[in-house]
């Protein structure tokens, strides 16, 4: 079959909900896709800042490998050695005291949304309480991960959500402030929000948030699932600023590309929410995802992923620095490490639909927005080939507009 017959088979068997692009990837290697008709593809999306440590890692194979032939299910009635092995590597590098292992970060979400109100609860014995969220946040597509997502585009067809959440907006103490009320009992946030345009926490606001926090016993809740496991140059973005989060949420690069996911919490929030029967999951925490998050974390250290992040994610601020310099269409870059943005002042689908046809992945984050999320092994060599690319999409749609 040619790849426009298998995406046809696709388009009558899957539900539509999601617009794809036409290709059908078949391996990868490196920092590199290649289709079933052998095109090579330069990967700055990394599926969806997941594959961290790139395609092929021999080692992360020869992991799963190995505990595919022990074990892979069992379920939490009993205990099984990655997943004590993962979180106990998984506290280490966080700072945090409990783990939760679930299978997506939306659960995760979930999750951490249960602990916070089962915190509240057994402090006065009510359950009117309020979480806070952030305007143009983006937490997930079930219910919960929904409710407290500042999009009301995403939500608007499922309503009603779940009750008591207030939006306040990112970077304004002010704004968070005006929403608290004598129920609120967390405060949910991306470290940097990434689907809704690449905005980083100021430390002034999150030292804010923290100190109102601690003052009136609210929880800090951190939305680390994209922007955490190295991204910004430290394994958490938090730990950029020290502003450590009472409940942390994670998963994309835990896994490198087996689903998996964790909520975290401070040994006070866990020795005083969640407790048996309270949450569950028949996969979380299986032997084969920890296996995969055990040795995601031990290559993020062997091969010194975070130093890496450091100096490339610079090179690429530099670069697309100077395509807002270059082009009037780009009006401004923003982001941290490589979690990178760039604005444009129109919708960039085009621009990055003639990335694909000259053999480089690139995502969007709305409309205007380029995102970049490459793997975290990437160098300034592949920053240099995706810049030159990038800026010969744009020439071409320019030169047409004139």
């Known amino acids: 079959m040619t790849m426009q017959a298998y995406i046809d088979e696709a388009e009558k068997n899957l539900l539509h909900?999601?617009?794809?692009?036409?290709?059908?990837?078949?391996?990868?290697?490196?920092?590199?896709?290649?289709?079933?008709?052998?095109?090579?593809?330069?990967?700055?999306?990394?599926g969806i800042a997941v594959f961290a440590l790139g395609y092929h890692n021999q080692e992360y194979?020869?992991?799963?490998?190995?505990?595919?032939?022990?074990?892979?299910?069992?379920?939490?009635?009993?205990?099984?050695?990655?997943?004590?092995?993962?979180?106990?590597?998984?506290?280490?590098?966080?700072?945090?005291d409990r783990v939760f292992f679930t299978n997506s970060g939306a659960e995760a979400i979930e999750g951490a949304i249960k602990t916070a109100r089962k915190y509240a609860y057994l402090k006065d014995g009510t359950t009117d309480h309020e979480i806070i969220a952030m305007h143009h946040s983006f937490h997930g597509r079930t219910m919960g991960a929904l409710s407290v997502t500042g999009n009301p585009h995403y939500r608007e067809a499922f309503e009603p959500m779940i009750g008591n959440i207030r939006f306040a907006?990112?970077?304004?103490?002010?704004?968070?402030?005006?929403?608290?009320?004598?129920k609120t009992c967390a405060i949910l946030f991306e470290t940097v929000q990434g689907e809704g345009g690449?905005?980083?926490?100021?430390e002034e606001f999150m030292r804010k948030?923290?100190?109102?926090?601690?003052?009136?016993?609210?929880?800090?809740m951190l939305d680390e699932i994209q922007c955490g496991m190295g991204r910004t140059g430290t394994?958490?973005?938090?730990?950029?600023?020290?502003?450590?989060?009472?409940?942390?949420?994670?998963?994309?690069?835990?896994?490198?590309?087996?689903?998996?996911?964790a909520f975290l919490m401070t040994e006070r929030v866990?020795?005083?929410?969640?407790?048996?029967?309270?949450?569950?999951?028949?996969?979380?925490?299986?032997?084969?995802?920890c296996a995969a998050v055990c040795k995601v974390i031990e290559l993020f250290e062997k091969e010194n992923v975070l130093a890496n992040v450091e100096r490339v994610g610079a090179y690429l601020a530099g670069r697309l620095e100077e395509l807002v310099a270059e082009f009037d269409c780009v009006t401004e870059r923003r982001g941290v490490g490589l979690l990178q943005g760039l604005v444009f002042d129109r919708p960039v689908g085009d621009i990055i639909k003639r990335a694909m046809d000259k053999g480089l992945v690139l995502i969007n984050a709305g409309t205007d927005i380029i995102r970049f999320v490459p793997p975290l092994i990437i160098t300034e060599k592949h920053v240099d080939d995706m810049t030159a690319v990038l800026r010969a999409c744009i020439r071409e749609i320019e030169g047409e507009q004139k």
């Open 169 to 182: 907006n990112l970077n304004d103490y002010e704004s968070v402030l005006s929403q608290v009320t004598d």
């Open 209 to 220: 948030v923290r100190a109102l926090c601690d003052e009136r016993d609210i929880l800090l």
């Open 235 to 261: 394994m958490y973005a938090w730990q950029r600023f020290g502003v450590k989060p009472d409940v942390m949420t994670t998963a994309k690069a835990l896994g490198c590309g087996v689903p998996v996911g």
């Open 270 to 289: 866990g020795a005083n929410s969640l407790a048996a029967g309270d949450h569950g999951t028949t996969y979380g925490g299986n032997p084969l995802a």
């Open 198 to 202: 690449i905005y980083p926490a100021t």
């Open 17 to 46: 909900t999601y617009n794809r692009y036409q290709v059908v990837f078949e391996k990868g290697d490196g920092v590199y896709l290649y289709d079933m008709e052998g095109t090579k593809y330069l990967d700055f999306v990394s």
């Open 61 to 96: 194979n020869d992991a799963l490998k190995e505990q595919i032939d022990k074990i892979i299910h069992t379920s939490n009635y009993y205990y099984n050695l990655p997943a004590i092995e993962a979180a106990k590597k998984l506290k280490e590098i966080s700072g945090m």
